[in-house]
C-alpha cells in the first residue's frame, strides 16, 4: 500500500483521515502547519503515541478506541509530506492555492508526480491548483468530505458519520495506482471521469453558505441567550424563508450543470425520477440484505450507484445516496433535510460555512451563471450580503474564474481535456 500524506491533521477531517487510514495498517505522514494550534495538535499526538477516536452509538457498533501511530508520523515538514505517494489536502478549499504555492517546490524535487487529493475540492478548485503545480498534475477531487465530524482537543476526533457513497473526479495523469489505494481505503467512492460530478455536485455551496448568512441574525440572538441553534433544523428544515432560498440555489447549479450538456437530475422542468428509482431500488435491495463483510458491502453499494457517477444530482437526490434519505418524489430540500438522521443532533453553525463556500462555491456559480446568461439573484444577493458582513470583496478573492475561457471551463467540466482520464 502507498504511503499517505495528509496535509492538516490540525483539522476535523484531517484527525479523521489520519485515524482511518492508520487503522488499515498504512504508513502516513500528518503534516500540521506550525502554527501554535498545529503545534498543539503533533504535541498531543506523539505524546500520547495516536489518536483518540470517539464515537456516538452507531449501526456498525464500533465503540470509542485509541489508535496508535504504529510506524507513522506527524511534524511539520513539507519535504516528508511531498515524499509520499498520495497526498490528502484535509482543510478547507479556500486555503488550496496557498498550500500549493508552498508544496510545488517540494513536489518538483520527487522523481515522480505525487498526485494530490483534494477533500473536498468545492467547485472548479482544479484549474487554479494547475497553474501553480502544472498543467495535468494528477489530481483526484472529492466532492465532499467523507466525514461528519468534530475535534473537541487536540490529539482526538469524534467521527459523527461516515458518508455511505461520494463522488470523486479523476483529473489530469491519474494512474491506476492510485486509484486502487484509495478503493481499497475507501470502498465508498463512486470514481468519475467527469469533474463536473464535483465541480458543479458541490453540495456545500448549496447547504452551507446561504442559510448561514440568512440566519445569521437569528445565530447570533441565540449565542447572546446561551442557547444552541440547531442549522439544519431550525436554520433550513422548519425555516419557510431560508428554505426554498437554499433550493432555488441548488436549482440553479442544475441550470449551470444542464448548460455545460451535464447529465443532470432532480432539475426542476426534468427530474428524471424513474431513472434514479431504477439505481435507488438495487441499493435498497443490498441494504436490505446487507454482506457480511462491511468491506465488500461498501464495494457493492458503490458498484450499485455507478450509473450515476457522471451526474449532477439535487440536493434531495444527493441525500439519498450519501444519508440514506429514501428519495420522495416532489418532496421540497427543506422537508429532505429535516428527515436526515444526521442534521437532527448537534448540527452547530459555523462560520466556514460562509468563509469557504461562498469563495468556492458561490462566486464561482454566479460567474458561471452569468456567462451563460442564467438568472442567479439568490446566489448575488447571498455574496453581497458575505460582503457587508466583512467588509471585503469575495468577487475579487475568491474563484472568479478570470482567466479562464468558457470555452476551457466547459471541455475541463465534460472531461474533453487531453490529460483528463476516466477512472474504470
Known sequence: MARIGIYGISSQSGAAYLADIVSEGVT???????????????????????????RPENSLGEVSHFVPLMNSRVGHELDELAA???????????????????????????????????????????????QIVGDGHPIISFQTCPYACKCYKPGSVFIKRRKRAWVASCEGRIGDHCIASLRRLFPQILFSGTPAATSLGNIGAVF?????????????????????????????????????????????RLRIAEAFGCEVIGLRENPRED???????????????????LHQHRLRRAELLQPIHDAVVSGQHWLAYTYGVTRIPGESLASAIGRTPNFMNNSVPQARYADEDVATGLVPFEALARRLGIACEPITRVIDLYDRETGGNVRATGRNLRGFSLDYLRRYLLGELSWLALAS
Open 28 to 54: 502516513v505522514y500528518g503534516y500540521a502547519r506550525p502554527s501554535d494550534h498545529g503545534r498543539e495538535v503533533v504535541d498531543a499526538i506523539e505524546r500520547q503515541g495516536g489518536v483518540q477516536v470517539d
Open 84 to 130: 509520499c505517494d498520495l497526498i490528502i489536502f484535509a482543510h478547507p478549499s479556500q486555503y488550496h492555492e496557498e498550500t500549493a504555492r508552498a508544496l510545488a517546490p517540494h513536489l518538483q524535487r520527487q522523481r515522480s508526480e505525487v498526485p494530490i487529493i483534494l477533500s473536498p475540492s468545492r467547485t472548479l478548485g482544479t484549474p487554479y491548483l494547475w
Open 208 to 252: 452551507h453558505p446561504t442559510a448561514y448568512l440568512l440566519n445569521l441574525p437569528a445565530i447570533r440572538a441565540a449565542q447572546a441567550a446561551g442557547r444552541p441553534f440547531s442549522f439544519y433544523q431550525e436554520g433550513i428544515a422548519h425555516n419557510s424563508v431560508v428554505g426554498p432560498v437554499v433550493e432555488e440555489v441548488d436549482q440553479i
Open 275 to 293: 431513472e434514479w428509482a431504477d439505481v435507488m431500488d438495487r441499493v435498497q435491495q443490498l441494504e436490505a440484505h446487507p454482506l457480511a463483510s
